[in-house]
């Protein structure tokens, strides 16, 4: 699979040229990274920890998204030359001789990708010393934030999509490279493709696409509007197989000339506007009386879970799914934190009202019931010997090895593993978090403080 | 100014290797070349425009952002090996061989960034072939919805501090890439720095930071906890000029121990959590008790517009704000769209309920009083000879030239100037435009469609 930031792709594989992911980073780690050499404490063994304090408002789940693209970062987070001459603008000669030099060598452990999170899990936990750890806050965070974000909301639209097709297109609602790690994103959550051609390229992700407007209106002469011109041409290069966007004018028309023009085989039609499921009814009669019986019908148009689930009762064979999807419907960030816990072994934790954050380097697993059900997850201290009982009879390890001394560990699971696993998951949620109505979490977490 | 994809940039001097845009693209535009260029019809001269059907619910303004870096994105628009590779599994021979040899040779004009938009405002009119054109749909819509919604929320909070300084914090809320074009669109929007080194090294915006819990809780020993050794750390390797952290555990406490540590002369606290207001008025009488009455007062957390506003009669002299700006203060895209318009000079526009836009190339004016207040936006077909007559006296054109034969007009405005226009522009808007509550835009829109 190829990777933007991988050192591990040859340079002939991705075509990618490689930039360093150094400067992803907020000025204050840096200035911090400075007085912590000059005073020792940058060498004192820490832990740091990425965690949501709650979901988004209503959510049941969150799901982990982004670990494997963290892990690309981490091998090109180097400072060359562009990036020693910002920081030698407001760093000491020794913190830039450092900085040099810098290779994260400690050690991560994470939840997998594609796994739930919930308020407090521990989704990721970084050992190392305070200087090469307090680093990555930034990076970690912007991946996690991100990516999580999008495959939360993506496995809603999947549960609600209830097995149809779900086609990712909202690159253009966002930034050009979040783009791209939306689809990712969505992806592992379950959609089926994606309309963007550097997610397909970095990361093998099947692309899909129809057509647009622009390109019916392009066939408009003088002597007027030419939708069967612009069908033939599609089908004459794409194949009776393809679909066309039947709503540029009147979408009855529409429907009677793509039939027309490419025969009962035409592959599908788009709709991408008005009430989508009168018009999915109307559409479907329609071509099924023209005899193309298996001709798809595709929505688009401003869907979100919501929309998706309203379309359930229709005739619906695949969804468009933009704008909802690539902002996180509603919930554009995880609102995931990274924070010290542990120095020296020493538990710490911030005391202000509303934030507080506990202590300790953590470990976490989640008890199921033999029919496979999640019943409860349960986070505790790292330095009991083993974990606390639970209710349940099935015990699953929630952190797993990621990098080990500075180094990705061998056999890390793929996109499509992550996507395997999520798609496991979902089973095992209590029916009712996979409703998409608001409510408490779908799984209690107990956090576990005493020590044994 | 160091662009990361511009040609126009020395490798020297932006030390980032730069990469193609080529592939920040729906896979249906490719298609849609395909058969394009098969039916004869990709030659046909074309103008697409690039505007928004409405405001985010309740916005007066929207403000336009990404001009800049669409105009980098250009220049790297190009298909090498490993693009083409990826082309080459779905499109015929002579596509992806005209590909091979693709650069835009098209004109483009476009609102000045930083300069208002509202609905319907035409912020971009591309012209040249349909081959040409279509292929740079995403790649203008990521930038200009991303941007543009970044900057149209920071417009609104550099408005509600009203004078005060505001530092942009978010990047660890947002994808890594997407944190560094946001942090370019609230220093537009007159943010005065931000935490992002990327930006800081790749725009030249001025970077700021202070400190995390982190470095506070690092100086934590088996004796217990040591804020008085972490500010010391911090002052000895920044100087008393920097600003210390002081809600890690008790703020009174926080406070007195840094003016103990850094003296009267401190530069800065900042408070993180809590009721910020009466904290503002807490602090700052403790430290004008202490005798630091010029130690500067820093809030964060959770800020957004209202927050911004609702501290506005407290004694703050800083906003760090990260959330709320990153994600555009709960609309995260703009919205905008790129719709073709004209063919071979014939108005074209889609009809469909709901979604209509206006056939044939448009130009745009803006009218004002005398006093500089703006009065209204006409847009018109751009055969009309000169602009319509309007209500107001003094006319300002809205589409300058940024694009001539493909390659960028010389004397394109700099970042700073797009801040420096938007700054004027603020000034220009009618008083009720510049509420945060919700209204209609601020600057009615007269859409001319009659030919003269």
Redesign the interface.
């Known amino acids: 699979m190829p990777c933007l930031y991988s050192d591990r792709v040859s340079d002939a594989f ?8 150094a ?10 990274l ?3 050499l ?2 020792g ?1 940058g060498e ?1 063994p ?1 832990v ?1 920890e990425v965690f949501a304090r709650r979901l988004p408002v209503g959510r049941r789940y969150g799901i982990v998204a982004g670990t494997g693209r963290l892990i690309d ?1 981490l091998a090109s987070f180097r400072f ?4 020693l ?3 030698a603008e ?1 760093l ?1 000669a020794t913190t830039v001789d450092w900085l040099r030099n810098y290779r994260f060598s400690g050690d991560i452990d994470g939840y997998r990708e594609g796994d739930f999170y919930f308020p407090g899990s521990p989704i990721l936990s970084v050992h190392g010393t ?1 200087a090469e750890c ?1 680093l990555l ?3 970690a ?3 996690f ?2 990516d999580s974000a999008i495959a939360s909301a993506a496995a809603r639209m999947v549960g609600a999509a209830d097995g149809r097709t779900l086609i990712e ?1 909202g ?11 939306a689809a990712r994103a969505a992806y592992l959550a379950g959609f089926d493709s994606t ?4 997610a ?2 970095r990361y093998g992700i099947p ?9 019916t ?6 002597a007027g509007r030419d939708e069967a ?1 612009a069908f033939r ?2 089908i ?3 194949g009776v197989g393809t679909t066309l966007l039947v ?5 009855t028309q529409g429907v009677a000339t793509a039939v027309e023009v490419a025969g009962p085989e035409l592959g599908g039609v788009r709709i ?3 009430d989508l499921g009168v018009l999915a009814r109307q559409v479907r009669r329609q071509l099924d009386d023209l005899g193309a019986t298996r001709t798809k019908i595709v929505m688009s148009g401003d869907l979100d879970e919501y929309g998706i689930a309203g379309l359930r009762a229709e005739p619906v064979d695949a969804y468009g799914v933009g ?1 909802s999807v ?3 419907s509603g919930a ?2 995880a ?1 995931m934190v ?3 816990v542990e ?2 072994g ?1 538990p ?8 507080e954050s506990r202590g300790g380097a953590k470990r976490a697993v989640r008890y199921a019931r033999r029919t496979g059900t999640l019943v409860e997850e349960v986070v505790y201290p790292a330095t009991h010997p083993e974990a606390p009982a639970g209710e349940g009879s099935v015990l699953h390890e929630l952190l797993v090895p990621l990098v080990r001394g500075g180094e990705p560990v061998a056999g890390l699971p793929t996109l499509d593993e992550g996507r395997e696993l999520l798609a496991r998951g979902m089973v095992s949620l209590p029916w009712e978090g996979l409703t998409l109505s608001a409510g408490d979490p779908a799984v209690p977490t107990r956090f576990v403080t005493t020590e044994v």
Chains 1, 2 share one sequence.
């Open positions: 991705s075509g990618v040229v490689r930039s360093s992911t400067l992803f980073t907020d000025k204050y780690e840096l200035t911090m400075e007085a912590a000059a005073d404490s004192r820490c740091f970062a060359a030359d562009a990036e001459a910002i920081a407001f000491d305070f307090v806050e930034t990076l965070l912007s991946i934030n991100h297109m690159s253009r609602r966002t930034h050009e490279e979040a783009a791209v790690a309309s963007n051609l550097e397909a390229r692309a899909a696409g129809t057509a647009a407007h622009a390109f209106l392009l066939h408009t002469t003088t011109s041409s599609q004459d290069s794409l709503d540029t004018y009147d979408i991408d506007s008005g704008t690539v902002t996180g554009p960030t609102g990274f924070k010290l120095v020296d020493i710490v934790e911030k005391r202000s009202a509303a934030k």
